[in-house]
């Protein structure tokens, strides 16, 4: 989530709270929500719950526990109620088992809380922390913690994206999403994915329009202006699926919301919790140039953005998780750069992202034993440069070989840099031309001047 222009700084804090891992969580159950009272009520299961020992179940501070139960019906005892902490947006609680003991596989919860509806009036603030009601929507992001979200002290990692089987009521309200599936027009709906996301919720009295199954919601647009917005997104998935002969398979959701605070006339904010893009007053002439196409920057953008339709949950376990999570879909935002918007934007973007690069020092990816040695600025600058690299050293086309054999290698097993060798041998390169590609852009000492260099030379 990564883009030069400043309307989408906002997105980059959206990576800290929406992490991916393998093991998926399981949730289930009922949630029923009244838009006039703000009132939301939640008859929840959790399962499939890794093996964690240091943990808390957060859930919004604005929820009130009825109980928890296990799988024989009985009341677990937790804390967490008297004098408990919090963590952003929740209460931390956690079960009184045994002090040894790790988190259940599974769990039942109930509980509800009612949050502010406003109508005519305002709060002084609104971010993606909030369960926001307004007269006629209702926006809870994965966030909020509106359902239970499992932190893992001892990894420093929260578990948000959950497959899910639901039934969700709405009374005051006529239309229900939850991001990952599409929205229903009714009171009542079942949602169920097999694919975990996080548990983005959007409901309340609104209109959608849909185009090959993607969608935008909420929507104030024409049908004429939706239809250019969609041709813009079938572009870039096009891009994206030729370039490396896989399939473009996730369903993109483009969400009008509404602030609760005032603001300024013209001034906009969004988030993103993938495949969903929320934006307040959706302002197409805000996206669109006058040709009817994307801005560059835009392009760029969802091209990083919609990359994560290949390196997503999949690819994201081990110390290098990051790398493979951003760098690679920050590496394809390059190629949709290029082929959308021109060999000359690509250039002013690589050689811009330099700048990044001055104080920073970056441990050689061999060398990393934690996954946090990967920051933000080494997974979305340098890596990302790092790849271009590999491309100008060995054709674009030899590049999309490697990746399709590391998401091939990515269904079974966690990805490393041995198997980035495999799949550049497997994809033609020679054996010695990688040992030195490796040698001087991996694990050299000086790896971040010899990228820098290289940068400079084929761009400016
Ligand atoms: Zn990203």
Redesign the pocket.
Known sequence: ??ASNFIFVVFIT??ITSNTISAQIHISGSVEIDMNSGLIICDLNLSNIPKIKEYHILLNKGMNIKYFKNGQDELIRYNGYYDGKIRGEAIEYNFEIDSTAYIPEGFQITYSGAFPVYKNDYNQFDDKGIIAINKRTLRATEQTKWYPVIYDSENDKLIDSYSYDLMIGIKGGNTIFINGTAPKRATDAHFVSEKPFPLLLFAGNYNFIENHGDYILNTLVTKENAEVIFENIELIKNNLSNNLGLEFTDNIYLINHTAINKRRKGSSWGFNT?PTFAFTGLDFEKLIDADGKFFDHHFRYFG??F??NYFGSNVMSGNLGWFW??SF??YLSYNTAEDLSGKQFLSEVLIGQLKYLKDDNFIPLNQIENRNEIGETYR?VLAPLMLKCFEDKFGRNKMNLVIQYLLEFAKNETLTLQLWKKSAIKSGIKKEAFEEFERDFITDEKFKQNIINEIVKNYS
Do not use: D, F, P, Q
Request: no cysteine.
């Open positions: 989530m990564k959206v990576l993938y990083h953005e990359g994560h999570l951003e879909a920050e979305y």
